[in-house]
């Protein structure tokens, strides 16, 4: 009883602190924790804010149809409220709703698998809690476009996003592909006409799929790239090679084996 009303009592006050530092904000849910019998830590991408830690109290219940838990699936895109003190790691939100409401990610397997990978790849990714408002725009447009693809858009949807999305970090590759500059350095980035004295490099016929991908500029002409299972598993495991090769610590994914094995 003494720890609730502490508990309490410490929002209440920090809340009225916090009463002039309101946001409005748009967010994709990255990673939801269960925090106590009914509250949630939260890791979510903001628009205003980049990555941050929410604490949400009170939005798991036993009744799953009225939980609001529900919002806080990974790829979820909400309208937030949100309390911001930059001195603190762990802040609040006033309200939250859905800012978009997909009609399969959550519902259709091939879907959820893409958007599961495409979440844990932004959890390897995004470390500091900086305002970048074009990584937002993409990151969103991303997930709508995954929600509204065709089966062969969603099966190339993984090699768009992880292409592209390394360009807001800076490490993209450089599409200089070329008859001779035929051989891409995964180490440096770019495409080169002799091989490089280690075998962080993909041949001629990867890396000029590999060119093909990076002029895509809109989802929906994926539908134009012809790949098959196989193909799409060599150019994926390239991608997170590139990806380990810039970012210390990087490791690998959870869900690249169940995304290999549904996309099969």
């Given amino acids: 009883m003494g720890w609730a009303y502490s508990e309490r009592f410490k929002f209440e006050t920090s809340s009225k602190s916090e009463n002039n530092m309101v946001h409005n904000t748009r967010g994709v ?26 604490l949400v109290n009170g939005v798991r219940t036993s009744a799953k149809k009225s939980s609001k838990a529900n919002l806080f699936q990974p790829a979820s895109i909400l309208d937030l409220e949100a309390y911001h003190n930059e001195l603190k790691n762990l802040q609040r939100l006033k309200e939250f709703k859905w800012q978009y409401i997909y009609k399969d990610i959550f519902f259709n397997v091939r ?3 893409v958007a599961l990978f495409m979440v ?11 305002q970048n408002s074009e990584l937002y725009e993409f990151i969103e447009d991303a997930f ?7 089966e062969v858009v969603t099966a190339n949807f993984p090699l768009y996003f992880a292409l592209h999305l390394g360009s807001f970090f800076g490490f993209r590759i450089q599409d200089d592909y070329s008859s001779k500059n035929h051989l ?28 093909n991908l990076l002029k895509v500029m809109q989802p929906i002409e994926l539908g134009e790239v012809k790949l098959n299972h196989k193909l799409r598993r060599q150019l994926l495991d390239a991608y997170l090679l590139f990806y380990a090769l810039h ?18």
């Fill in 111 to 113: 879907k959820n698998a």
């Fill in 247 to 264: 970012i210390p610590d990087f490791g690998s994914l959870k869900s690249l084996s169940v995304l290999q094995e549904i996309l099969s």
């Fill in 184 to 211: 891409l350095d995964l180490a440096e980035g770019n495409f080169v006409d002799i091989r490089p004295g280690h075998s962080y490099f993909l041949e001629q016929d990867l890396s000029e799929l590999t060119s």
């Fill in 144 to 150: 709508i476009n995954l929600d509204g693809s065709d």
């Fill in 120 to 130: 844990e790849l932004l959890q390897k990714t995004l470390k500091q809690p900086e």
């Fill in 29 to 54: 849910v990255l990673r939801t924790i269960k925090y106590g019998e009914t509250s949630v830590v939260v890791s979510i991408y903001t628009e205003l804010f980049g990555i941050q830690s929410y």
